[in-house]
C-alpha cells in the first residue's frame, strides 16, 4: 500500500533547462496538488489536478511552469527554462476529496546551478 | 494581513514538557483545520484532522479550533525528543478538493 510516490528525490538542473517533476498518487486517490516549498517558508500552493483536467492553478507562475495528470500514468509538474528562484523542494499532495486529509509525497528537491 | 499565520519559533522545550502550538486566521470562510508534523527533509505528515470548534485527542496529541475566535491550537503531553521536527497549520474551506491554506510552520525541539 504505497503513499504517494515522487520522482526524482533529488533533481539538478542547470539555468536554461527543464525540469519534470512526477508524482503518482495514493491508489484510490484522484485528486492531486502541488506545492513549493523555499527555505523559511510555508508550503506554497500551486496547482490542483484531477484526471485529465486543470481544477486550480492559482498558485502557478503564469510563465515557465505547467502541470498534467494524464489519464495513464503519474502527474507531471514541468519547469521550462529553470532559473536559480526555481531552487526548492516541490511536494504532491493526494486526496480521495472524501474530507480524510491530504496525504504528501517525499517530495522532489530541485536545485539550480 | 496573511490568511493564516503562525509563529516560527523556534521553541526549544525538555522532555516531558507540555507544547501548544497556535495559529490564527482571518478568514471565517475556514471550516476543515489540520496539524502535519514535518522531519527535516521529508515530506508533511498528517496528525490530526478537525472540523467543528472543541478539542478532538488522538494519544498525546490534542487539537483545539475556536472557530469564533479565528483560532487553532494543537497541544502535545510528555513531549519526546522525536516530536522534534516543524509543525505546520493548515486549513481548507470544504472537503471537495479546495486548496489547503498554511502556515509557515513552528520548529520544534525537545531535548532529553
Known amino acids: 500500500n504505497a503513499g504517494v510516490m515522487q520522482n526524482p528525490r533529488h533533481l539538478v538542473r542547470r539555468r536554461g533547462q527543464e525540469a519534470r517533476l512526477r508524482c503518482s498518487p495514493m491508489k484510490g486517490h484522484s485528486h492531486v496538488y502541488w506545492y513549493r516549498q523555499l527555505p523559511e517558508e510555508g508550503l506554497k500552493f500551486m496547482v490542483y489536478l484531477q484526471k485529465e483536467n486543470i481544477i486550480d492553478e492559482s498558485g502557478m507562475p503564469k510563465e515557465r511552469f505547467s502541470a498534467e495528470f494524464p489519464k495513464e500514468g503519474p502527474s507531471i509538474l514541468r519547469i521550462q527554462q529553470v532559473v536559480r528562484g526555481d531552487s526548492a523542494a516541490y511536494f504532491c499532495?493526494?486526496?480521495?476529496?472524501?474530507?480524510?486529509?491530504?496525504?504528501f509525497g517525499s517530495g522532489t528537491r530541485l536545485t539550480v546551478v | 494581513q496573511k490568511e493564516v499565520e503562525q509563529d516560527p519559533g523556534p521553541l526549544s522545550v525538555p522532555e516531558g514538557a507540555i507544547v501548544s502550538l497556535n495559529c490564527t486566521y482571518s478568514n471565517s470562510a475556514f471550516q476543515y483545520f489540520m496539524w502535519y508534523r514535518q522531519y527535516s527533509r521529508k515530506g508533511p505528515e498528517l496528525l490530526m484532522y478537525?472540523?467543528?470548534?472543541g478539542n478532538k485527542e488522538d494519544g498525546r496529541f490534542t487539537a483545539q479550533v475556536d472557530k469564533s475566535s479565528k483560532y487553532i491550537s494543537l497541544f502535545i503531553r510528555d513531549s519526546q525528543p522525536s516530536d522534534s521536527a516543524t509543525y505546520l497549520c493548515?486549513?481548507?474551506?470544504?472537503?471537495?478538493?479546495?486548496?489547503?491554506?498554511f502556515g509557515k510552520g513552528t520548529t520544534l525541539s525537545v531535548s532529553s
Open positions: 499532495a493526494s486526496s480521495s476529496g472524501q474530507g480524510n486529509g491530504y496525504t
Open positions: 478537525t472540523y467543528s470548534s
Open positions: 493548515a486549513m481548507i474551506f470544504n472537503q471537495a478538493g479546495t486548496a489547503l491554506i
